[in-house]
Nanobody, 124 residues
Framework: QVQLVESGGGLVQAGGSLRLSCAASGRTFSNYAMGWFRQAPGKEREFVAAISWSGGRTDYADSVKGRFTISRDNAKNTVYLQMISLKPEDTAVYYC?????????????????WGQGTQVTVSS
């Protein structure tokens, strides 16, 4: 079992920045590929970013490429999502997810463990 706890969400004006954190516990964090997803009201959960177990590979949704950066610190069992130039359409609950694998994955179904989510609200 892996437990994931997100933090760092909040209310920010358009153009602002936030950094989300996801702290993992329960198993060897470096064995897990990690992802960030988001879900806005009335919409399906969508892929945001992913990072491989070592951090050597990353992947981003086109909608966030150039604005969001995913990173991980395996010594701290934490994955981060740095978000800049935020837009109102980035408003959603953000979830981190983990899977015991080495690649990067865009499908929510590829992940075995999920956090409870953290709300990000971007005002115009």
């Amino acid at each position: 079992q892996v437990q994931l706890v997100e933090s760092g969400g909040g209310l920010v004006q358009a153009g602002g920045s936030l950094r989300l954190s996801c702290a993992a516990s329960g198993r060897t964090f470096s064995n897990y590929a990690m992802g960030w997803f988001r879900q806005a009201p009335g919409k399906e959960r969508e892929f945001v970013a992913a990072i491989s177990w070592s951090g050597g590979r990353t992947d981003y949704a086109d909608s966030v490429k150039g604005r969001f950066t995913i990173s991980r610190d395996n010594a701290k069992n934490t994955v981060y999502l740095q978000m800049i130039s935020l837009k109102p359409e980035d408003t959603a609950v953000y979830y981190c997810a983990a899977v015991a694998s080495r690649g990067t994955y865009r499908s929510p179904g590829s992940y075995d463990y999920w956090g409870q989510g953290t709300q990000v609200t971007v005002s115009s």
